[in-house]
């Protein structure tokens, strides 16, 4: 093997060796160690950015997350997404949609967090706005949307798009019965269980606790003795 070729492994090797220290330490809370083998890194790819500036949004520090977002040399999509992440965790949706509006390239991320976002502040309407203007829509968009529904007590629409979806996986039925046992809809969770097929042991698992909480189980119990 050439020099050349040996000293392009060599730093390969390094890179991936720091950007794993990075994400390993961020995930543990301990940013300022992360950022010194940051800042002392000879070559950072976008990956090592993105390390760093994940360790940033995570611990809900935007300022700094966002001073470094604008440094980076080169963003791609996960950068701008972590950024949009991190301002709708905080509630500033305003600032998490000048993200994504500025974005050159956006995917079903993007989009999914954004619409969470809006549903965790109630806002159901830009929610829904933005879920409809979707070029293509996952699943994992389609549970978002329900989501935002449920969580501010819209159970009929949640429904609605629940029967509207083209494919379902369990985390959608799980959350549906969830939702109406959490807004004391336990019937309606019962019929959906019943109608839709099997949820899993979690949706039913919920179903119970729900008729336990409501004082129903006893009944529900000698209707079926």
Not at 50 to 62: C, E, F, P, T, W
Not at 72 to 99: C, Q, T, Y
Not at 164 to 178: G, I, Q
Not at 183 to 188: R, S, T, V
Request: some cysteine; aromatic content about 8%; glycine content about 8%.
């Amino acid at each position: 093997m050439s020099s050349p070729s040996i000293a392009l492994r060599t730093v390969k090797t390094t890179v991936l060796s720091l950007n794993k220290a990075i994400a390993k330490l961020t995930r543990k809370g301990q940013i300022a160690e992360a950022r010194r083998i940051f800042n002392g890194s000879p070559c950072r790819t976008t990956v090592t950015w993105n390390s760093m500036l994940s360790g940033y949004v995570h611990a809900l520090d935007l300022s700094e997350a966002r001073k470094l977002f604008d440094e980076m040399p080169h963003r791609d999509v996960v950068s701008w997404n972590l950024m949009i992440s991190g301002f709708a965790k905080v509630g500033e949706l305003r600032e998490a949609r000048k993200v994504f509006e500025a974005s050159p390239e956006r995917d079903a991320v993007s989009y999914n967090t954004l619409i969470s976002g809006y549903g965790s502040t109630g806002f159901l309407s830009e929610a829904r706005a933005l879920f409809d203007s979707m070029p293509s829509r996952t699943v994992a968009s389609w549970n978002a949307m329900i989501t935002c529904y449920l969580k501010n007590g819209e159970l009929g629409l949640a429904l609605k798009l629940f029967e509207d979806m083209p494919e379902r996986d369990s985390w959608t039925l799980n959350a549906m019965v969830s939702g109406l046992v959490r807004w004391g809809n336990l019937d309606m969770a019962a019929g959906l269980l019943e109608r839709v097929g099997d949820g899993g042991i979690d949706a039913y698992n919920t179903l119970l606790a729900g008729y336990a909480q409501s004082g129903r189980l006893v009944c529900l119990c000698r209707a079926h003795t």
